[in-house]
């Protein structure tokens, strides 16, 4: 008897399931019920495709950018206009990937390798050597010290022979004098340096209690190239 009644169970189901088939077999031929059922479909796919983008975003680790430090940013600046001002110095100008145009006691220059006077096709006999001490020479100069820090600036104390050497090539210079080197701050930017070369011009001969060399950045990475107009009017070839 049970047996029996089980039987009817199943055939019940079966018929069930074969309505349920012949109820989606019709739908699937007319054509409304057709459409919202591949609507359906996609949707769900859509539901799913969301889900599994979501869950390995959440699984990808976020990479976070780093922006330089201001001393990187110095390091590479490539274009930026300047001012050296200090004690019978007053120079001013800008540069763009290594060359420069100069103002010097009111007279305009152009540096590609070479310095020449604008107007002149010759080149100028005398390179103001205090644009050596640029800001990669700088950076080599202090990249390996900790500094000191003071109220709104920086200060790093070099040897003055490690700055002959980087400067002129020289091991000459008292073992135990120094200079010493001061970098300031705008918008995460160097914009200043102020330099304190005493013991280099005392070594020099020259008497002196005081020498600072002030050099002032503006317009960081932030100048047109300016060189192409210079070169063709120097007759520069590159």
Do not use: C
């Amino acid at each position: 008897m049970n047996d029996e009644i089980e039987e009817l169970k199943i055939e019940g189901e079966e018929k069930k399931e074969k309505s349920k088939w012949e109820k989606f077999k019709e739908a699937w031929k007319d054509p409304k019920k057709h459409a919202l059922i591949v609507l359906g479909i996609w949707g769900i796919l859509f539901v799913l495709a969301i889900i599994f983008v979501n869950l390995n975003f959440s699984r990808t680790p976020v990479s976070t950018t780093t922006s330089s430090s201001p001393l990187e940013t110095f390091k590479n600046m490539r274009s930026y206009e300047f001012n050296y001002t200090g004690p019978n110095i007053s120079l001013n100008g800008m540069t763009y990937d290594d060359k420069y145009l100069l103002y010097v006691n009111n007279e305009k220059y152009y540096k590609n390798n070479v310095l020449y006077k604008i107007g002149e096709t010759t080149s100028a006999e005398v390179e103001p050597e205090i644009l050596k001490i640029d800001n990669q020479m700088i950076y080599d100069l202090i990249s390996n010290l900790e500094p000191v820090k003071k109220d709104g600036y920086e200060e790093y104390t070099i040897p003055l022979i490690t700055f002959m050497q980087s400067y002129e090539n020289s091991t000459q210079g008292d073992a135990n004098s120094n200079i010493i080197i001061d970098l300031y701050e705008k918008d995460n930017k160097i914009n200043k340096v102020v330099i304190d070369l005493t013991s280099y011009y005392q070594t020099k001969g020259i008497t002196t209690n005081s020498y600072i060399l002030t050099i002032s950045y503006y317009n960081i990475n932030n100048l047109s190239d300016f060189t192409d107009e210079y070169d063709e009017m120097i007759g520069v070839k590159e």
